[in-house]
């Protein structure tokens, strides 16, 4: 067995032991929250870099989106105005056309007005001559009857 001299040793030993635990796990405490805030600042700064690169890239895909739809506007606008200039030129061909189809038949009832003159005249000549025929054969067979009753 040991004397209590020995075991008081060993139980200050141990104490010191435990105090310099102490001091360790004290140590390693700060070490922990150190390096653990460093890492949160560092992600933190990670995080910054990354959002601003984000809002950089959609600050350029927004840029590029509008510059790519004025494009299709000005392509579109291009497009239509070359539509809208040759159907312009295709109502005026047409408009064109129909003045040329206006005097064509302008001409055509011309024609057929001086072709009705000609038919109605032609017509009122033959009529007056039936006309004159019929009254004569009246007055013939009048003057018939007339002479036949007086005879």
Do not use: C, P
């Not at 310099?20 to 995080?47: A, C, Y």
């Not at 004025?70 to 606008?77: A, F, G, I, Y």
């Not at 032609?122 to 013939?140: C, I, P, S, Y």
């Amino acid at each position: 067995m040991s004397t209590v001299e020995e075991r008081l040793a060993s139980v200050e030993a141990r104490v010191d032991a435990i105090t310099d635990l102490k001091t360790l796990i004290t140590d390693l405490r700060g070490d922990m929250n150190r390096q653990f805030s460093d890492v949160r600042e560092d992600m933190n700064r990670q995080f910054s870099d990354m959002r601003e690169d984000m809002n950089r890239q959609s600050s350029d895909v927004r840029a590029d989106m509008n510059r790519q739809s004025s494009e299709v506007r000005e392509d579109m606008n291009r497009q239509f105005s070359d539509v809208r200039a040759d159907m312009n030129r295709q109502f005026s061909d047409m408009r064109e056309r129909f003045v040329e189809v206006s005097g064509r038949f302008e001409g055509l009832d011309q024609k057929v007005d001086r072709h009705f003159l000609f038919v109605v005249q032609k017509t009122d000549r033959q009529f007056a001559w039936l006309v004159g025929t019929q009254v004569a054969a009246l007055l013939a067979v009048v003057g018939a009857l007339v002479g036949a009753y007086y005879r």
